[in-house]
């Protein structure tokens, strides 16, 4: 199993631009999730999905768009970037159970908006 | 809304010394507490849980505590050693709201 794959792993943006993040689990997951980490500030959950075809916001949603199509893939689209946006993206997966379950983090993806 | 909050921000330790991270949740149904552990230029990888029906949890020198009244959880970590020296993060997850909420971290530095 390769587990969360994340692509690409470093992009430079200019304001306005637009890009998708690639996430990817092999692990048969339903819930996969997105987070961005800054520092001082831990991983903050941007959107979340808990199955294919359904998704939901997390604490900080505004500026991006998800969308869940298949049990495997789950990206997440900047449509008009801002330098607010620069920080590292972490896509991750668990099969929820009764209590909670392990989250599989990807590798990140670093992304710089100039 | 529901936040972790986690103390302290870094922490330095002498290698072979006890460290301690201690993190608080708000929300009462939280019912799940991982602990993980972030290399430098790498996503985290879990150490240990521990599930809102148990105490504590051991697993060789890392051990996790929850006081469920007070809303407390604590990681330690016994014997450390310099490949001990990582960002930790707890979190708190709620079954039904299928949410994690992170703390901001703790810088652990292991000194030889």
């Known amino acids: 199993n390769a587990g969360v794959t994340q692509t690409p792993k470093f992009q430079v943006l200019k304001t306005g631009q637009s890009m998708t993040l690639q996430c990817a689990q092999d692990?048969?997951?339903?819930?996969m999730s997105w987070y961005r980490q800054d520092p001082g500030m831990g991983l903050r959950l941007i959107h979340y999905s808990v199955g294919a075809g359904i998704t939901d916001q997390g604490e900080v949603p505004n500026g991006y768009n998800v969308s869940r199509s298949t049990t495997e893939d789950f990206p997440l689209r900047l449509l008009s970037a801002a330098p607010s946006q620069t920080s590292v993206y972490f896509c991750a997966s668990s099969y929820p159970g009764g209590g909670g379950e392990t989250q599989y983090f990807g590798p990140g993806t670093r992304l710089l908006v100039l | 809304g529901e936040n972790v909050e986690q103390h302290p921000s870094t922490l330095s330790v002498q290698e072979g010394d006890s460290a301690v991270i201690k993190c608080t949740y708000s929300d009462s149904a939280s019912n799940y507490f991982p602990w993980y552990k972030q290399e430098l230029g790498k996503g985290p990888q879990l150490i240990i849980d521990i599930r809102s029906n148990v105490g504590e949890k051991k697993d060789q020198r890392i051990a996790v505590t929850l006081n469920k009244t007070a809303k407390h959880f604590s990681l330690h970590i016994t014997e450390t050693q310099p490949e001990d020296s990582a960002v930790y993060f707890c979190a708190a997850f709620t079954s039904g709201t299928y949410k994690y909420i992170f703390g901001t971290g703790t810088r652990l530095k292991v000194l030889a």
């Open positions: 692990m048969n997951h339903e819930y």
